[in-house]
Nanobody, 121 residues
Framework: QVQLAESGGGSVQAGGSLRLSCVAS????????MAWYRQAPEKQRELVAG???????NYADSVKGRFTVSRDNAKNTMYLQMSSLKPEDTAVYYC???????????????WGQGTQVTVSS
C-alpha cells in the first residue's frame, strides 16, 4: 500500500503564503501522477493542481498564477507553493497519488489525511 503524509498547512492572513508538502511512501513501483485537492465546508472536493512524472502540470482556474505545484521524483515528494492567498482558499487540502504497487497491476488512487489551510481576511 501507499501512505501519503501531508504537512505545511496552517493559518495565514489574506495575501500571505504557505507551502504544502506531500511525501509518498510504501511499496511503490511507480507514481504516475500526484495532485492536490481541496474541500471547503459544505462543498465538493475539487482539484487544485496536478503534476505528472514528466513534470506536466495543470491548475484550477481559481489558483492559476498564485499556486505552483512541483515534484521531486527521487523523493516521491510533491509540493504546493501557495501565494497571494485568499479567504476562499480556506479548505482541507488533500494529497492524491496514482501509483502502481506490487499487489496490483494497474495504477490506483491513494489519498492523504488532509491538512487544514485557513486564510483570514
Amino acid at each position: 500500500q501507499v501512505q501519503l503524509a501531508e504537512s505545511g498547512g496552517g493559518s495565514v492572513q489574506a495575501g500571505g503564503s504557505l507551502r504544502l508538502s506531500c511525501v509518498a511512501s510504501g511499496r511503490i513501483l511507480s507514481i504516475v501522477t500526484m495532485a492536490w485537492y481541496r474541500q471547503a465546508p459544505e462543498k465538493q472536493r475539487e482539484l487544485v493542481a496536478g503534476i505528472t512524472s514528466g513534470g506536466s502540470t495543470n491548475y484550477a482556474d481559481s489558483v492559476k498564477g498564485r499556486f505552483t505545484v512541483s515534484r521531486d521524483n527521487a523523493k516521491n515528494t510533491m509540493y504546493l507553493q501557495m501565494s497571494s492567498l485568499k479567504p476562499e482558499d480556506t479548505a482541507v487540502y488533500y494529497c492524491n497519488t496514482r501509483a502502481v504497487v506490487p499487489a496490483y497491476g494497474l495504477p490506483r488512487d491513494y489519498w492523504g489525511q488532509g491538512t487544514q489551510v485557513t486564510v483570514s481576511s
